[in-house]
């Protein structure tokens, strides 16, 4: 769903459901299915086992879901690019979540790996990946984390600015390297969701104008340490259909198409941001159509101007880990509000909130719940659940219709939380960050271990160790 304020009654596109205890399939990876007691089961094993092993909140990723996404776009995105004769290459965009066992998966699935911080590309590291297979973009990366990054052996880095450009130049000829680049180009197509605006300049602090791109290419061809192989654009998140996309690569590959006459330009690099079904009734554009429309787009563009079709670049964050993550709460109380027009509202509190999934706070994202300790034949009720922080906005699923005799104890499942969540948590409150569980073939493993309070205090100067130097 877009973003959207806070319903104050019930949203239009929100539906009673036949049954408060039905998985809808787009929202939930392909291994929940509830077993003979009505017990959620994601990855084979029991949301019941995961909260006696784990505790909640709790972060659960189905490593399959994962693995089938990353391998799923990868054939997708290389299929549409082989229909007209050229190669794709799929990076993974590490912000939407990052782990050393999420980077072994989606490179063990054949994708490479987009970080934009040093951190990000310690982990990457970490997991053992090859640098040769690691992008790096972002707006202000300092000197430090280019200098890692090249004395790394970093594959590409992506040109953000004229500052960084020269301080780039100035890092490669200290190093006495080579560094393969891109320039990170604003199409002026901004896309959220259904809709797309298309600008001549784009007014955010991505990258470079159109206008000034030729300039900084020229530039950076001049610089004997740097290897430009071409434009980079990404044009928003949480994106359904092609014609954002379409739109965005008609302006570049004209950009493209000016820029040949100074040299050959292998990739075009076009970013990620393909949506995710939140509720029942998102409906994604399947990443086979988009990843062909897509392609056929650039295609044309290039037959148009008669040149060669460059080899294509893509980064999906969200559509690789996004639905193949759900978070487990336990309800610690409820409560009924009676709203207008003859309407109830049932708050219910789980034990995490903003601090486990900043989205619904951040920018009104929805997400849907669902009962996952058990199943009810109780009435659906219309329920808002909220998590134990400090600020009334903190909401973690807005509208849902949940089993009406749900209570304390019962565990509460809220699916599609792979993406922008564990990598968006906070303290807030000071509430330790959940462990991360993988689930697959009915085991469950940490593989991010879930703070403590005494982590929280070791950070704290002023509380004293202990002999074993324990906060
Ligand atoms: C955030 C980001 C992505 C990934 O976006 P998703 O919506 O998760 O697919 C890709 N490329 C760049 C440059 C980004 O900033």
């Not at 340490?225 to 654009?233: A, S, T």
């Not at 092609?242 to 006459?261: C, I, N, Q, W």
């Not at 989205?359 to 009104?364: E, H, K, Q, S, T």
Request: proline share 5%; charged share 20%.
């Amino acid at each position: 769903m877009s973003a959207a304020p806070h319903s104050s009654t019930v949203p239009s596109w929100l539906v009673r459901p036949d049954d408060a205890n039905a998985l809808a399939e787009a929202v939930w990876p392909v291994s929940a299915v509830r077993d003979e007691h009505g017990v959620l089961e994601v990855g084979g094993v029991a949301a019941t086992a995961l909260r006696e092993g784990f505790g909640t909140p709790l972060y659960v990723l189905d490593e399959d879901e994962v693995r089938a996404r990353a391998a799923r776009t990868l054939a997708a995105f290389r299929a549409a690019a082989a229909s007209h004769g050229v190669a794709a290459r799929v990076y993974y965009a590490g912000k939407a979540f990052l782990a050393t066992e999420v980077v072994r998966w989606v490179m063990d699935e054949g994708l490479a790996v987009d970080v934009c911080t040093s951190g990000e590309l310690a982990v990457a590291l970490a997991a053992g990946a090859d640098p040769a297979r690691l992008g790096f973009h972002g707006n202000n990366k300092s000197v430090r984390e280019l200098e890692q990054a090249v004395s790394a052996g970093i594959g590409s880095i992506v040109i953000d600015s004229w500052i960084e450009l020269e301080r780039l130049s100035a890092i490669v000829e200290r190093l006495d390297a080579t560094q393969a680049v891109l320039l990170r180009v604003n199409s002026g197509v901004h896309a959220e969701t259904h809709d797309f605006l298309a600008t001549a300049h784009e007014d955010q602090k991505f990258g470079f104008t159109l206008e000034d791109a030729p300039a900084a290419v020229a530039r950076i061809r001049e610089l004997d340490g740097l290897d430009f192989v071409g434009l980079h654009c990404h044009i928003g998140s949480q994106i359904f259909g092609t014609a954002g996309f379409r739109e965005s690569a008609a302006r570049v590959v004209e950009l493209h198409a000016d820029l040949l006459a100074g040299g050959e330009i292998p990739v075009l690099n076009l970013g990620g941001g393909f949506g995710i079904a939140y509720t029942s009734v998102d409906d994604p554009t399947p990443i086979e159509e988009l990843a062909q429309g897509i392609a056929d787009a650039v295609a044309q563009e290039c037959d148009v101007r008669g040149i060669p079709m460059p080899n294509l670049a893509f980064e999906p964050g969200r559509a690789i880990v996004g639905p193949a993550g759900i978070t487990l709460y336990e309800v610690g109380t409820t409560k009924s509000v009676h709203l207008d027009h003859d309407l109830t509202r049932l708050y219910v509190s789980v034990d995490g909130g903003m601090s486990d999934n900043a989205r619904p706070a951040l920018y009104g994202a929805q997400y849907s719940a669902r009962l996952a300790s058990r199943t009810s034949d109780a009435e659906p009720a219309l329920a808002r659940v909220v998590g134990l922080h400090c600020e009334s906005g903190d909401i973690v699923v807005d509208a849902e219709y949940l089993p009406g005799d749900v209570a304390p104890g019962d565990l509460l499942a809220v699916p599609a939380t792979g993406a922008y969540c564990f990598s968006l948590a906070s303290n807030y409150n000071w509430v330790p960050r959940p462990p991360v569980v993988a689930v697959r073939g009915g085991t469950a493993r940490v593989i991010v271990r879930g703070e403590t309070i005494s982590d929280l205090l070791s950070r704290d100067a002023g509380v004293e160790a202990d002999s074993e130097g324990n906060a």
